[in-house]
């Protein structure tokens, strides 16, 4: 047990932010180094986090707690449990690896970096969070920054249609699930916003059957789920990379997981009563979103809806109640997470160059950039779900989950995805990377910087060492899911 | 020494995998020096092959799988790495192995990217071995997808050059391009099935090991999903089927083949035909046999008209094909038949004697289709290199001009034929023989399709080596190389072979047969 880490991980962050706002705006290359130093810190505390995690061991680990506003309830509580160990690992690789990715940024970096931090610090507040006030207002301060983020920095042909998109989406799917909370808080008479006390709260099962709605859809839009999902693909593609990285890789993780923290695990009854038809939902999302991704002639539209499928398999996990699907959406916020963060960063790295995202005017890029089309074919078979990368490991206990939890239908009708996936990332592939170079890119190609193809390097080495070898993650998602389930059992 | 024989299986799985890694290491400026580490790595596996190979004939009365390992790898879901062989895996083993090398002997005429090409290669080469070696769905499920991976690069990169496909608005592909996404999502489709079949499986029985399926599942009853038991089971049955028979090929899958097999590189096209198709037709002996006995019984009739099906219509489009390299690979689809016919036989009437026999010629088959396919296909690529056409009608009377090659290709031609003697006969025979008490109908219609195999054969030899002289390639044509007569000798030597004295591989192959169905 290392005392103050969650804490250290939390705010790291966004004291470096704050840092870097004094830092000369002039000189680029020491706010770079600094950013990336401050990226490497964090990086380097979730590993130790992930890697000190005791599956055997209690249930949240690295807790610490201090009262906040005693009088309302409201404590600084934080631990990790089985489930955010993996989840805090992937925020740390993604600022890592996206703080790499960033350095091209010429407009304004300081700044840039400042509220990329600032949003590094939301997400892991979000994820350690065990307090309900505290989770609200990390979330809050995760969403925020996106804002500015794609506005400013974004792609200038749609930036401020899609950040205004994003951000209504959020906040209204944040205040419908706060209503939520406060209902809870009131509800249970025991005056504490502790998640912990609350889930012995035995909340009435009429209660939880009108409520579970607002909170789990409410966090369930910033995951993405169908009909909520359409801000997602235009706030991906509106975003610079490194945004895109982190919305897409770790964002949207923190929907699926507050809507499976606050909704799921406090008003379990509520879950029981209505995730049946929920997942459905998940359903459209899942071959609905692989469809329309591969339709799309844009790169990176083409991904953002590929987000939008692979994590309606994460909700649609939640959705079985079981063990196989639990575990296998836990798995699959991570690998997705990284495997997404992987394709826009590609993606980025071919605009930066040929400055077009039309799949059709790309081709032979292979030549150019030999490591990041290696990199993104190994995500692409992540994402087709090809056994030995990290996506099969993911996906097939998700399957057997709807197996067995009574939903044969739609394992079968879900498994579609999975061809319809293979056929737009082989037509991607084949488009952008072989084939031969159109003449107007002539001369604009070259080679990826080493420091880009570590990042691609560390992606990469996760998906295939999960994918090789599970047990890396599993003890310790199965004591996490294992904690849900007995929430789940009481109902 | 102890090591190795307490591993032999992993060892033999992953030595290619780490080639094609070794190789990738290897500065890729020095062609030659990558050809020949490529070679020499592909042999590592021939060898260990070899020792389980005299380590299993040791004690060939033996029943069940040899060599096990068992170690744990997604416990959470209760699948492990568990490995092992009878001697129905061996053989194919013994059959992967042996045409990996002479594949990758006759790619060294490959120029480009040659680097890349032999890892994938060898990568490719794991994936086929996995198939063979696992005891656990998952793992045999991780490695039946994985082999696509390689092939489908195989075919996309290196295939061949010219061509080109339309597809729907005009948009024209290149001919290389649409097989190999063909390929890769026909197959990828087809295991869809199997994928959801297995989820089901596990789900039902909690493990994934095979052994403990094969005692848990045949006799499973009760409801599942609201549904009985025999549903569940006909549907999970035909989910298994139609993965493995679009891999056989079983008519009406096939149309996949022609086009992957035409396009693909000659080396990729020898694994294709030679081991590729036959991890359908393991797949139909290793699972739906053994899980499903019941309604594979019910159901063999039909497979013994598809493929009864295969056999005449894949004769007649071979037939009917002007290119060369398209008729070879429907003979694929007609000599495939016979293995399916074999295994409908032994579905129908497990236990007897015939069944016995006609297992023991399909999987015989197998093996042979392996040899005289992968040799047909290099022949078809040693002629194209030279003359960079295969259109049947553009050669002619050649047999002067390289006397070797016409006597290599009228070897291998005989033993597709079946000539007695030859390797072919020995199997088809067997196939007959087995079939004919239970199909009798059927039987006598594919024995009928035997003759068109035999009007195909003699009209690519006759269109290549014999008429009148296409003056144009006088003075153009060189005899085959050494290197290339290489690539065969081994295949050649096989044929004659098995098909003089092939009991040293069929008291192998008993083992199984009687193991699993006696």
Known sequence: MIPYILSAIVFLPILAGAVLLFLPARNRQLIYRFALAVAFLAFLLSIVVYFNFDAAGPRYQFIEKYDWLPALGISYHVGVDGITAPLVLLTGVVIFTGVIISQRIDERPREFFAFLFILASGVFGVFVSLDLFALFFFYEIAVFPMYLLIALWGWKQTREYAAMKLTLYLFIGSVVALVGALAMYFASGLGTFDMLALEGANFSAEFQNFWFPFVFFGFAVLGGIFPFHNWSPDGHVAAPTAVSMFHAGVLMKLGAFAALRVGIMLLPIGAHTHLPWIIILTLVNVVYGAFIAMVQTDFKYMIGFSSVSHMGLVTMGFATLNYNGLVGASVQMVSHGVMTALFFAVVGMVYDQAHTREIPKLGGLIRFMPFAAVAFIIAGLVSMGMPGFSGFIAEFPIFMGLWAGGYPLIAILAIISIAVTAAYILRAVSRVFFGDLPAELEGHMHDIRPSEKLALGVLCLIMITVGVYPNIILPMVQSGVNAVLALLGGA | ?518
Do not use: C
């Open chain 2, 1 to 518: 020494m102890q090591l190795i024989t307490d591993n032999i299986l992993a060892l033999i799985l992953f030595s290619p995998l780490l080639g094609g890694l070794i190789v990738m290491l290897l500065p890729s400026e020095n062609k030659d020096l990558v050809r020949r580490a490529a070679l020499a790595l592909s042999l590592i596996p021939f060898i260990l092959t070899l020792v389980a190979w005299f380590g299993f004939n040791a004690s060939p009365e033996v029943d069940g799988f040899r060599f096990q390992q068992q170690v744990a790898w997604y416990p959470a879901i209760n699948s492990s790495f568990h490995l092992g062989v009878d001697g129905l895996s061996l053989s194919m083993v013994l059959l992967t192995t042996l045409l990996a090398p002479a594949a990758i002997l006759a790619s060294f005429s490959v120029e480009e990217k040659i680097r890349s090409y032999m890892a994938l290669f060898l990568a490719l080469e794991t994936g086929m071995l996995g198939v063979f070696l696992s005891l656990d769905l998952l793992l045999f499920f991780a490695f039946w997808e994985l082999g696509l991976v390689p092939m489908y690069f195989l075919i996309d990169q290196w295939g061949s050059k010219t061509g080109e496909r339309e597809l729907w608005s005009g948009m024209k592909v290149s001919a290389r391009r649409y097989a190999s996404f063909k390929f890769m999502v026909y197959t990828m489709a087809g295991s869809l099935g199997l994928l959801l079949a297995i989820q089901m499986l596990g789900v039902v029985s909690g493990t994934f090991d095979m052994l403990a399926l094969f005692q848990s599942w045949p006799g499973l009853t009760g409801s599942l999903f609201g549904l009985s038991v025999e549903t569940v089971k006909a549907v999970a049955f035909w989910a298994f089927a139609i993965a493995f028979a679009i891999k056989v090929p079983v008519w009406p899958f096939h149309t996949w083949l022609p086009d992957a097999h035409t396009e693909a590189p000659t080396a990729g096209s020898m694994i294709l035909a030679g081991v590729l198709l036959k991890l359908g037709a393991y797949g139909f002996l290793r699972l739906v046999l053994p899980l499903y006995p019941a309604e594979a019984e019910q159901y063999a009739p039909v497979l013994a008209l598809l493929a009864t099906a295969a056999i005449i219509f894949g004769a007649l489009s071979a037939y009917g094909q002007t290119d060369f390299k398209r008729l070879v690979a429907y003979s694929s689809v007609n000599h495939m038949g016979f293995v399916v016919l074999g295994i409908a036989a032994a579905a129908f009437a497990t236990g007897t004697e015939s069944a016995t026999i006609a297992l023991n010629g399909a999987v015989l088959q197998m093996f042979n289709h392996g040899i005289s396919s992968a040799a047909m296909f290099f022949l078809v690529g040693v002629i194209y290199e030279r003359t960079h056409t295969r259109d049947l009608g553009a050669w002619g009377g050649l047999f002067p001009l390289v006397p070797v090659f016409g006597g290599l290709l009228i070897f291998s031609s005989m033993s597709s034929l079946g000539l007695p003697g030859l390797n072919g006969f020995v199997s088809e025979f067997l196939v007959v023989r087995g079939a004919w008490p239970i199909f009798t109908l059927f039987t006598a219609l594919s024995m009928i399709g035997l003759f068109f195999t035999g009007a195909y054969i003699l009209k690519g030899i006759a269109s290549t080596l014999h008429g009148p002289l296409n003056e144009k390639w006088k003075g153009h044509l060189t005899d085959i190389s050494r290197r290339e007569v290489l690539v065969l000798a081994p295949l050649l030597v096989l044929m004659l072979w098995l098909g003089l004295w092939p009991a040293w591989l069929l008291s192998v192959i008993n083992q199984a047969v009687v193991g699993l169905f006696g």
